[in-house]
């Protein structure tokens, strides 16, 4: 980093007379402002990152390295950590807010110095939103030891606060709201100034101090509201990264210093521009800040499910009900819920009743009943009665919290074209300046001034601010959307992944079907009572907790059958094949014709003429044995979900191939495929292979997407190209899939399919918008048909343009409610 004498080496602000701040560092003595910015040089040089000097913009650090926090230790204690730390054991995670980030060096110093530390496993700093996502393991380093290695490299970090964050927002809101007002004041009162030269007193007496008047005005105007663009033109051309800011801020800069020149040296032939400096930095201002209005709204289901958490809860101590920061409510306390309340926490309701608005987490419109066993989640609201809540979970433990930290992640996240964009980028602003450079020397030769206002339109009209919208905005709405109608898209590249799939596997058992089980039909042999086979089933079956299981002793019931009264001993189970076990001295074999035939029980064929009745039918068949003698069997049945039908047809009519996984016979899967309109079948599947089975797809060359429940079809969720979870927010879900659909309703994937198509769409048409702009406005500016100030109104026009498009998502969901 080489600084001008005088200046700090470490931040470039000037040496303080009088103090002598100085240390060898790389071979050379260097001088520093403070002992702070000596400390953080001598760090980052003694880790082997002096590379980062190189990387960074002089004058960026326009303020000595803040101060990190005192009382750093506190954050290593577990009940601290727990209002924001998610863990894992001891690998634990935390989003940090970090001050002091300005550049893209600034990322690559933090994330090399803290690779390098044993115990992290991953550090990755989000540049815009200047957050830090940190991974690392407690037993090997402490969370106070990361805090306190960034503040000897110069940064101050505290974990991750919402409503810290949107502090932060509002003063860089009110910071642009400043400068913008600051440049309507110049520009109303310069309006003045260029009616009177504009009037004839250009070539009166008092031209010359109407020229200095402008000055006056605009200089200010320059350095202060256009400070954000010098800023970030400075900033690209240190780390050489062309970037949005540097056409803005090169034709400000040309136009005021031409004008001054004009001033300075009182020409008496040439005209100033000191208005039109103003006006279009003025222009741009308004515009930055109607697309930051903008990009707010697009977005604004975030900071909905953000406001969906209370901030207090009404916790029962001792008998009385007291109001406490939602961040002191615990696991295992006694929250009371009044009608029309949200509720605080994830929790199970002890005593009450009420309906339940879970609309913004699950985007089912209809209200839920809830009684004392059921389970609530934070961020729904309590409509009627009201509900006394044990706590399970609270803050980002909830459901509410990791939905939300999903959304943020796939905002935060890239997808391929997005990173295609990011790239294009700067060749587009290189083609700006040499678009800019070629029109100036074309009118040069005729007129200067022409060449001036022609190279400055030309710089202003073409900034690419629309094509680096044109990805995230996207991503943004569609995440954020896709969040409060039940969708939960882990990354942007989901999403264009998803658009481009052509094969859907679909797991039968909860997925397409309800996923309850019940008996239909007992059929016994040899005289065997069907009552006694029953309790004998329903005895053995109470160890297990399959579905299946669940329906034999659920029928037992029903018949006033009392299994838990009898003694099972040597119970054994075999996923997928069935349970052995010895009830009353009996020894009952209970599963799948393959698992009976694997102890050696000679097959009936009466009843394996049944079985093939009862499969065609679509009723799945339990086989019993009873002291190896093969006696009777069962029939089960699921009920398809009432929208299965339809989600199979709308796919369909989309080309979508379709298969249906099942661990059942092929007979009964088949049945069931007929019933949802004929698909391709794969059965009789172990849990454990299905993953084979998508693996087995994709070397046939085929992107899938895998349905499952998210919980026994874990592995061939992370196998397939996208994997969809729905119907759950259960841990597993959240980690294996891809896309978690909260709620019930099938409809959600073709809506996510939906989603993934328009948002990808949309992406183009940005792409598109931001094309035709340019090929459109940038002739005319070259041809000097457009001025600055008209260049100045339009380019935040193709933002908005863009913004407006991306919005425009939207569209989907109230389609969908229709």
Known sequence: MNT??????????????????????????????????????EAIYAAGMEGFYKRT??????????????????????????????????QREVHLLVEGIHCAACVWLIEHSLNKLPGILSARVNLSAKRLLLRWDNNQIKLSEIIRRLGTIGYSATPFDPEAAEGILKRQTRDLLFRITFAGFTMMNLLWVSIALYSGADEGEFRSLFHWVGFALATPTLFYSGWPFLKGAWTGLRTRHLGMDLPIALGATVTWAYSTWVTVANLPDQHVYFDTVVNFIFIILVGRHLEGVSKRHAVAATQRLLDLQPRVALVLQDGEEKTVPIRRVQPGDTVIVKPGANIPVDGVVLQGESQVDEAMLSGESKPVSKRPGDNVSAGTVNSQGAL???????????????????????????????????????????????????????WVRSDFEIALMAATSVLIITCPCAFGLATPMAIAVASGQGARHGILIKNSTVLETLSHVQHFVFDKTGTLTEGK???????????????????????????????????????????????????????????????????????????????????????????????????????????????????????????????????????????????????????????????????????????????????????????????????????????ADVGIAIGSGTDVSMESADIVLMGEDLEKIHLAVSLSRRTLRTIRQNIIISFTYNIIMVPLAMSAMITPLIAAISMPISSLLVIGNAARIRTLFRQQRK
């Not at 001008?4 to 071979?27: E, K």
């Not at 002089?58 to 009382?71: A, C, S």
């Not at 943020?408 to 964009?421: L, N, V, W, Y």
Request: glycine letters at 6%.
């Open 57 to 90: 913009p002089e004058g960026m650090l326009l303020e000595p390295p803040p101060m990190p926090p005192e009382d750093a230790d506190v954050y290593d204690l577990d009940e601290v950590q727990a209002e924001f730390v998610q863990k894992q054991g001891q």
């Open 4 to 41: 001008q004498i005088g200046s700090c080496f470490h931040c470039s602000l000037p040496l303080n007379p009088g103090q002598d701040f100085s240390a060898r560092v790389g071979g050379q003595t260097q001088h520093f402002c403070c002992f702070g910015c000596q400390s953080v040089c």
């Open 388 to 442: 006394t809540i044990n706590v399970t979970s609270t803050l980002n433990n909830t459901a509410l919290g990791k939905i939300i930290r999903l959304v943020e992640e796939a905002q935060a996240s890239k997808a391929p074209i997005q990173c295609m964009a990011d790239r294009i980028v700067p060749w587009f602003v290189l083609a700006t300046l040499s678009l800019a450079t070629l029109t100036f020397f074309l």
């Open 517 to 719: 089980m019940r008996v239909t039909r007992i059929i016994t042999d040899k005289g065997v009572d069907e009552a006694q086979l029953l309790l004998l089933a329903a005895a053995a079956e109470r160890l297990s907790e399959h579905s299946i299981a669940q329906a034999i002793i659920a029928m037992a019931k029903e018949k006033n059958l009392s299994p838990k009264e009898v003694e099972v001993t040597q119970f054994v189970i075999r996923s997928g094949l069935g349970i052995r076990a010895r009830v009353q001295q009996h020894a009952m074999v209970i599963g799948t014709l393959r698992w009976l035939e694997m102890q050696d029980i000679q097959i009936s064929e009466a009843l394996l003429e049944q079985t093939r009745i009862l499969e065609q039918q679509g009723i799945s068949v339990v086989h019993v044995a009873i002291d190896g003698i093969h006696l009777g069997l069962i029939g089960m049945a699921d009920q398809l979900r009432a929208d299965a039908k339809q989600l199979i047809t709308s796919l369909r009519e989309r080309n979508i191939k379709l298969t249906l996984l099942s661990g059942d016979r092929h007979t009964v899967a088949e049945a069931v495929a007929q019933q949802l309109g004929g698909m391709q079948v794969i059965a009789e599947v172990l849990p454990e292979d299905k993953d084979r089975v998508i693996a087995n797809l994709q070397q046939q060359g085929e992107l899938v997407a895998m349905v499952g429940d998210g919980i026994n079809d874990a592995p061939a969720l992370i196998r």
